[in-house]
């Protein structure tokens, strides 16, 4: 008979915290919410440390290079979807590790014989209006023009009018040389009465845009994630198929944590694959998962991983649990796993972080989650949300909103990560395809996520995460009590009428 575990596992939703008693040291400016991102022994310091608790989904509609610089800037970092051609998830970490503050790669680029229906094609589907030109139509081809609202008007002009007869031509373009500061370049754009200047190289190639609009933004953030050469730090997803030819690349490019990507990482590919990024890179971390109990924790802390993600089905847009009917509440699976991880700390010195993948809804979730013993938060459907995410805005039913969908849906045909052995497929579906609503920027975003956790902290009577998971009250809830912590009893009014 299988062994039953009769103790009902739960979700995040089923708890609230219990106030502490608040000092008046215990204000939000005084609340430290830094957090190792990697695995040390006792007395030393980890070779990552998060100043937000916060990572992004390896997910393709979540975490590409214009993510992770946004993210890396708040203090967090971004894992880069690995369900793309290693060429291409390279060419991102390359992009994030590059990236100077004001010096912005082109996201939106065009050739030269295109027509003035791609311009405007291009220009719905990214939101950007100033296009890069080039020889190759790529962020990093010869600059041949610009093409900004200016250029056209779609009123009079005709839809298959080439992008080369209504650019701005080099010829009529002010540039930077690669290599100007941003102060120098920001003189130019003054001097001319410039909205963007385009930053080529030697060869003429387009590296970056400066944009007159961003001159306030470019003072550096003092939560900055930055590695010793002062470059943002930056992760990426990994399966264990190709790890022998994509890790050897993704160092290359300067990648400095990876994370293996699986539903379900209790398995001997995963310690496989630790072993050889191990034995070759020594200066790379890696973390593995997923995994929901003690077992599942102590294989790949014994196996190497540098941390531990947990959480099998509770992600917004897995249907894992149905389809395969594996995975554990969420808020159970974090406590086993801190559990065994505090244990394993007190018997070997060394400290294993764990990170709580999916099933975060409210923002109290994550404190409840930290509280519980994760020392940092997986977050996918929080960032779709955001101007940063790689996916479409678009209006649905008067609302905007924005494109989220699973690596184990047909739109991402990730099956590395759901892979079990044997053929290369997927061979059902795990994920979802769906909307999110749109938030605007993650930075305006964050501020309010984080100023709630500050402030329950301070509620709790702490400053730091570590207090938190030692001094936090928890309390299970009946499902009457969570009616009784909404508004109740009284006709609520709609504001919009
Ligand atoms: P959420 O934040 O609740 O949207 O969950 C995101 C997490 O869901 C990811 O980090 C990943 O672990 C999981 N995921 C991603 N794709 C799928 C799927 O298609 N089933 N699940």
């Not at 490019?253 to 293996?260: E, K, Q």
């Amino acid at each position: 008979m299988a062994n039953i575990i009769n103790e009902v596992s739960r979700t995040f939703n089923e708890y609230l915290i219990i106030p502490g008693l608040t000092n008046k040291v215990h204000t939000p400016d005084n609340v430290d919410l830094k957090t190792p991102l990697t695995r040390f022994s006792k007395g030393e310091t980890p070779k990552i440390e998060l100043k937000t608790p916060f990572v992004s989904a390896i997910m393709q509609s979540v975490s590409d290079s214009g993510m992770a610089i946004a993210l890396a800037k708040e203090g967090g970092v971004s894992f880069i979807y690995g369900s793309q051609t290693i060429r291409n998830q390279a060419r991102m970490v390359k992009t994030v590790k590059k990236h100077k503050a004001g010096f912005v790669e082109s996201r939106a680029n065009i050739q030269p014989e295109q027509t003035l229906a791609d311009v405007i094609a291009l220009k719905n589907r990214t939101g950007f209006s100033t296009i890069g030109v080039t020889d190759d139509g790529t962020s990093n081809g010869v600059l041949v023009g610009i093409v900004t609202g200016r250029d056209y008007r779609t009123s009079k002009d005709s839809l298959d009018k080439k992008v080369k007869d209504f650019m701005t031509p080099i010829s009529a373009l002010v540039t930077g040389e690669l290599g100007v500061s941003l102060t120098e370049a920001n003189d130019i754009i003054w001097d001319h009465k410039l909205n963007q200047l385009p930053i080529v190289d030697k060869d003429g190639r387009l590296q970056y845009f400066v944009f007159r609009k961003d001159y306030d933004n470019h003072k550096q953030n003092s939560n900055e994630l930055l590695d010793e050469h002062k470059r943002l730090i930056v992760g990426a997803g990994i399966n264990t198929r190709d790890y022998d030819e994509r890790v050897p690349a993704l160092v290359e490019a300067g990648v400095d944590v990876l994370c293996i990507d699986s539903s379900d990482g209790f398995s001997e590919w995963q310690k496989e694959t630790i072993e050889y990024v191990k034995s070759n890179f020594k200066n790379v971390s890696i973390g593995a998962g997923n995994v929901v109990d003690r077992d599942g924790f102590l294989y790949l802390a014994e196996a190497g991983a540098d941390f531990v993600k947990v959480g099998v089905g509770g992600g917004s847009i897995c249907i894992t649990r149905e389809q395969k009917g594996i995975g554990r509440g969420q808020a159970t699976a974090i406590i086993d796993v801190a559990k065994a991880r505090d244990e394993y700390f007190e018997k070997t010195g060394e400290y294993i972080p764990i990170c709580s993948d999916g099933g975060i809804v409210q923002d109290y979730h994550m404190t409840l989650a930290l509280a519980m013993g994760a020392d940092f938060l997986m977050m996918g459907r929080y960032f779709a949300r955001f101007d940063e995410s790689p996916t479409q805005k678009l209006m649905v039913g008067g609302n905007y909103v924005k494109e989220y969908w699973g690596e184990g849906s047909n739109r991402a045909r990730n099956w590395q990560r759901y892979d079990m052995g044997g053929n290369n497929s997927l061979k059902f579906e795990e994920g979802v395809d769906s909307y999110v609503p749109y938030a605007g920027k993650l930075k305006d975003n964050l501020e309010i996520t984080l100023g709630k956790i500050k402030s329950t902290m301070c509620s709790c009577g702490v400053t730091t995460l570590s207090d938190l998971q030692a001094e936090a009250k928890i309390t299970l809830v009946s499902s009457t009590s969570i009616i009784e912590g909404g508004a109740h009893d009284v006709m609520v009014k709609d504001t919009n009428s």
